[in-house]
Structure formats: C-alpha cells, structure tokens
C-alpha cells in the first residue's frame, strides 16, 4: 500500500498491489521477496509519469513502518517475546543487566530502557549464528535471554550449525541468514512498529481495568 495516499484510498482495490501469500513459508520468508523488490528501486529508479506536473519522473519504494498486531511485530523486530527479561521489543527495559528482585528493578521495569537498534540486532544475530559453531547451545540461549533478539530464520540456521566447518557452508547456501527487514535502507523494524491499539489497549490495560473494577460488584 501507497502511505502517501489518503486512508480512504488505501481501502480501494486499485491502490492494492498483492504480492505474496502462502501456508507453509513464514511471513519473514514472504518478506524476503517484498524487501528484494524494495531494495532494486535503490539501485535503479522506477520511472513513470506524473500527471500534475505532465513531466515524467522516477521514484524510489520506501518502507516507513511496519503495521501488525504485537506477535507479528516481535517478529518483524527480532525480539523474543514477553515471557523473557527483555520483555520490550522496542527497548532494553528489564533485560541488559538481568533482572533482580529488587524494588529499583521493580520500578525500572515501567521506565523505557535503551532503545533497541537495527545495526545492534543484525550483529546479535550474527553472533548467536557464530556460538552456534562451539556446539555449545547454552551460550546462544544466554545471548537471546540477556539481548531479547531471537529469529526464526537464525533459529533455523543455529540448529544446522553444529559443527564450525559448516559456518563456510552456510555462506555458500544463504547470504541473508537472518530477519531480511534488518537490510532495509532507512528501516528499523524496532522502532518502525507501530503501537497496535486493539490488543494492547482495548484488549489489554482496559479489558483488564474493567474486570478489576466490575469483578467485585454483587447484586446486592
């Protein structure tokens, strides 16, 4: 979809461009293809007419956010979901320095932490890839608790990359063995997802507001 346009245009059919759907590949594979397409306009522009200026002119794909419900984000950021110390795929909140069971930490917790970063995940997950070759899993497993960065393609990569000599295979199969939105010019996937209101507001704070505040009620 076109972000330039105004939101009752992006609900027409012609403003649509389908690109992918499938049941057995992830939607980081699917992507894979979309970011190829993105990056080839960098390269060469694409060239088209505009009809204000009547000139023609060329133009470059740009990908400004990552819209999604919040699993799908913790994925398009690389993050390894809630139920780990680095709980924010967005910020280092609760997980660089471990949590401990202090009040301080306790209030840390509700504080932003340190802004997660494309460049910083990208060699997160090259470093798991590189453990992988000690054939000593805890270490990887130690760097996902402590970062919050975890991927389904570099968990793929990590369970064939047992033995080191294979990490000179993994070049010749793969040169992106990791997210492929990471590659994106101008993109962060960690800061460019957008805050889904249905499942982390109405869902979320207030579904829960409201069940402590009814809850109690009896009919007396």
């Known amino acids: ?130 453990l992988a070759t000690f054939e000593v899993e805890s270490k990887v497993k130690a760097l996902q608790m402590k970062t919050g960065t975890k991927n389904k393609i570099v968990q793929h990569w990590i369970a064939l990359l047992i033995p080191s000599e294979l990490l000179d295979w993994l070049g010749s199969q793969i040169s992106q063995p990791y997210n492929p939105l990471l590659d994106i010019e101008f993109l962060d996937p960690s800061q460019d997802t957008l805050a889904e209101i249905l499942h982390m507001i109405l869902l979320g704070i207030k579904k829960y507001a409201w069940h402590d505040l009814h809850s109690s009620w009896t009919l007396a």
């Open 1 to 130: 979809m076109n972000a330039n346009l105004p939101d009752q245009l992006l609900q027409q059919e012609y403003f649509v461009w389908f690109v992918s759907t499938s049941q057995n590949a992830s939607a980081l594979e699917q992507l894979q293809v979309i970011t190829n397409q993105v990056s080839t306009t960098h390269v060469k522009s694409v060239q088209t007419y505009n009809a204000i200026t009547q000139h023609s002119c060329s133009f470059q794909l740009c990908i400004p956010d990552l819209p999604a419900d919040n699993p799908q984000q913790a994925k398009e950021a690389s993050h390894i979901g809630h139920q780990r110390n680095c709980k924010c795929c967005e910020c280092m909140a609760g997980g660089e320095n471990g949590f401990c069971i202090t009040l301080d930490s306790y209030y840390e917790l509700y504080e932003a932490g340190k802004p997660h970063n494309v460049k910083e995940i990208k060699a997160c997950m090259l470093e798991q890839i590189h």
